[in-house]
């Protein structure tokens, strides 16, 4: 299975291609339309600002709906993930990709220090192959300010800080799934879930 990393001029890519091919992925890097049309599955990273990240991937946003619609996996990692969203209202409201209905929002104002950085640990909703072999309570690691409000339905798994948040979503078709968190950061659990992607979808 050949899975490509969409390049789009944000994103922490090395970090994610060299945890892909320590799980033994075929992996490439890539920002051309006809390459990411080859793909057997997708990764889209996502490191900044939602506003930035949706211009910047807007050449490319047709090739992966389309691939999408196609039914080949995508999975969306931190930003990644919130860009999958109907919107966000990181700087003002601006259109996410829509392919996961939904609302990217702020951690509201208390005591906790925003943005939530570090370790968490999830609150398993459901059992998807992404998550084959990881036990609930598992230990990820997170760095964001604003998370997705969505559908319980598209809820996978859930993380508490202040309040509970979706820290895995997924469409309802199952091919694309976002995680809040950073499974290229995440130690064992993390590299489990890429390896989970790597041999459960895309076949």
């Known amino acids: 299975m050949k899975t490509i990393i969409i390049d789009y001029g944000l994103g922490n890519l090395r970090s994610i291609e060299k945890a892909l091919q ?77 392919i996961i209905p939904g609302r990217v929002t702020r951690f509201p104002a208390s005591e906790l220090k925003v943005p939530h950085m570090g370790w968490n640990s ?21 760095v964001h300010s604003f998370h997705v409000s ?13 309040l509970q948040f979706p820290a895995i979503i997924a469409n309802e078709a199952g091919n694309v799934i976002g995680t809040q968190f950073h499974p290229e950061k995440s130690g064992l659990t993390g590299l489990r879930m890429l390896r989970n992607f790597v041999e459960n979808y895309g076949h």
């Open 122 to 142: 999830l609150i398993k909703k459901k059992d998807i192959p992404l998550l084959k072999g990881i036990e609930n309570g598992s230990f990820v690691y997170f």
């Open 150 to 162: 969505t559908d319980t339905k598209y809820e996978v798994a859930m993380c508490d800080y202040g």
């Open 22 to 98: 320590y799980v033994g992925a075929e992996v490439e890097i890539s920002k051309e339309a006809h390459v990411i049309d080859t793909a057997d599955a997708l990764i889209l990273p996502g490191v900044g600002a939602f506003r930035d990240a949706m211009m910047h991937f807007s050449t490319l946003e047709r090739v992966v709906k389309d691939a999408v619609d196609e039914g080949k996996p995508l999975l969306g990692i931190c930003l990644g993930m919130q860009m999958l969203a109907s919107e966000s209202e990181e700087g003002g409201l601006h259109k996410g990709i829509d």
